[in-house]
């Protein structure tokens, strides 16, 4: 029996997968509420939701086709930002999450403990789970996709957190006779990021991304402190009054996620393999989370199969396949970041433009 740990969208393609290759599985998810997060689900992410067979997912309910991104980076202007691969989606993340979840408990070798896994034991052929219902769980192999909670990652792991990167954040309801287009919108500003996206059910994300030691006090207790940030973003602004949501946001006071890049430097440990956030949560200005999640949950579940049957060959190319993609990505943020150029005396962006160690 293989355990998979958290049941975000990594621990949910893992299962997934193993769930298709007839192997025993159990899944241990507490049962929490997630909130409802607005996020861009790239098209290479939806083509992992299609390889699951999983692609009737993305039904009106949990996506909208993206129908364009917009963003004022570098420069005052308003640019379109154009995708090699496609638009992609506007997601409901959590309504995603329970659309597979449904989907995972149809899986007849796979079984779901509601409870929270306490600690783990590596053992020479296996992984125990100690859960929080008192029970404990034997298992041939285990992955990790706990999220930033990221349970396996002792000293080993070397777990290290890049920056402080913080989400201020609120969904809205957008007023009846709204018709904006399936976009989102991304605005650099001094202290960071403002990130507008659509979502089902009617609704806009709007989210400041900045450093927690940043971010004016407080902001987390008093709406009118977030709403009058968005007077420095131009875009985002006008976006919001011409909605109406402009004096909604000072109403509101915004919730404040963690969103630190955080990265592991072994994903392969004994018999555990970490996926998704538990093994490299990335700074969501690329979008990249969560296909990122479903294919290394994915690919966890292969290699987890090949590892107990004796072959340790795909863990080893998993563990490879996942820094080498990290690498790129980095690559590829830094790149990003050095373009806005407007901001440099801000510690923000100071922080963001030096060089990569
Ligand atoms: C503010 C913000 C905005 C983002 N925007 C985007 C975006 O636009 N596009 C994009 O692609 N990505 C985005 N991301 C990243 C994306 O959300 C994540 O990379 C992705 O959801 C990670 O999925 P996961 O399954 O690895 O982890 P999670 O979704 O965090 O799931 C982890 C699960 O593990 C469970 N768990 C934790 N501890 C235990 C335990 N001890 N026992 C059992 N279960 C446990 C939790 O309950 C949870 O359900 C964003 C992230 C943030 C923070």
Known sequence: MIIVVGAGVAGLAAARRLGMQGQEVSLVAPQEIQPSFGETLSERGAQVLTSLGWASCLDETVALRSQGRFSVWGGAGLRTVQDEDGQGYLLDKARLEQALLERVQKEKTVTIRQTRVLSLEHQPEGVVAQLADGSRLESSALIDCTGRAALS??????????DRLVAAWQVFDLPEEAEPLAASLVEAVELGWWYLSPMPGHRLMVALFSDSDLLPDGLSRDGAVWAGLLACADAARVR?????????MAANTPKVSAAASCIVSYFVEGRILRAGDAGAAMDPLAANGVATALWSGSQAAQAALALIQGNPEPARSYEKDYLLGLVRHLNSQHALYGMEQRYQAQPFWQRRHRALD
């Open 240 to 248: 919001m009054e011409s909605l109406g949501l402009d004096s909604k």
């Open 153 to 162: 990652a002792g000293a080993a792991a070397e777990r290290r957190r890049v």
